[in-house]
């Protein structure tokens, strides 16, 4: 199977440019990077997919055996530069795609250049002195509820992972992103997503990062944004002026031009 096909992959921008590979979060598909990736398109190289089980990925080549871990999706972002024989790309994930963008660079060092984390975080638990943001009872709740009806589950909480309640036209985007993944890999994924551990990972990072924070978040705080900037030697943290955990879609213009700027110091 072509993985290009496999993964929907779509290639935009300036052939001569350096490579930017933009990675969607749970939920979600490429499309979550349209306002985002017309900027980026002006200067420099622009890779977009879909993983495997996300919008219009190849759905039979879903398995759970693969997808249960961040090593998974890990796998399809390196496949997917080797297929387009990338070097030193930049790998821009977002939220649960940034701790898949340090596996991914750790595998493939010689694709993946840099990294952009928008929104990470390594671990959504409260532990003592580490703030993640959900006990451990809400991440269960979170995740029966989910599990038992998803529909639902999708209607309740996109809108306030989203933020932003005055422009309700992107809860409501998000929302029907949400319902548009299959209820089953949406589960496994959301699984993967709300119990994985990367911080150790985040040690081992020697790459040039860019972190972006938005003010408020309620998935991943300012403490997290925090932490991931003092695990990463060298890395920079912009906090944009936006809330909610998609800064793609409610600060299209701040979230391109930070990326922009940190991509543009990597030549000089």
């Known amino acids: 199977m072509s993985i290009l096909?496999?993964?929907?992959?779509?290639?935009?921008?300036?052939?001569?440019?350096?490579?930017?590979?933009?990675?969607?979060?749970?939920?979600?598909?490429?499309?979550?990077?349209?306002?985002?990736?017309?900027?980026?398109?002006?200067?420099f190289r622009v890779v977009l997919f879909d993983y495997v089980g996300a919008?219009?990925?190849?759905?039979?080549?879903?398995?759970?055996?693969?997808?249960?871990?961040?090593?998974?999706?890990?796998?399809?972002?390196?496949?997917?530069?080797?297929?387009?024989?990338?070097?030193?790309?930049?790998?821009?994930g977002h939220s649960v795609s940034a701790m898949v963008g340090v596996l991914a660079r750790a595998a493939a060092p010689e694709r993946i250049g840099s990294l952009v984390m928008v929104c990470p975080s390594p671990y959504y638990l409260d532990e003592d002195g580490y703030r993640g943001g959900f006990s451990a009872e809400d991440i269960d709740e979170l995740l029966?509820?989910?599990?038992?009806?998803?529909?639902?589950?999708s209607a309740a909480m996109a809108p306030v992972i989203m933020g932003n309640p005055d422009r309700p036209e992107l809860g409501e985007e998000l929302t029907n992103s949400f319902c548009a993944t299959d209820p089953v890999i949406a589960r496994v994924f959301a699984r993967t997503t709300f119990l994985s551990?990367?911080?150790?990972?985040?040690?081992?990072?020697?790459?040039?990062?860019?972190?972006?924070?938005?003010?408020?978040?309620?998935?991943?705080?300012?403490?997290?944004?925090?932490?991931?900037?003092?695990?990463?030697?060298?890395s920079r943290l912009v906090t944009l002026a936006a809330t909610g955990h998609c800064p793609q879609l409610s600060a299209p213009e701040a979230t391109a031009s930070a990326i922009s700027a940190f991509v543009s110091d990597l030549g000089r």
């Open 144 to 153: 029966e509820s989910l599990e038992s009806n998803y529909l639902g589950w």
């Open 55 to 92: 919008g219009r990925s190849d759905l039979s080549a879903w398995r759970e055996e693969r997808y249960r871990e961040l090593d998974g999706y890990a796998r399809d972002v390196v496949e997917v530069c080797e297929e387009l024989d990338l070097r030193d790309a930049v790998l821009v």
């Open 5 to 43: 096909r496999r993964n929907n992959v779509r290639v935009t921008g300036r052939a001569a440019g350096r490579t930017v590979v933009l990675a969607h979060g749970f939920g979600c598909d490429q499309n979550m990077w349209r306002l985002v990736e017309p900027v980026l398109a002006e200067n």
């Open 197 to 234: 551990d990367s911080r150790e990972d985040l040690r081992s990072v020697t790459a040039l990062t860019l972190i972006l924070e938005c003010e408020q978040d309620v998935i991943a705080p300012r403490e997290v944004g925090a932490y991931v900037h003092g695990a990463i030697p060298g």
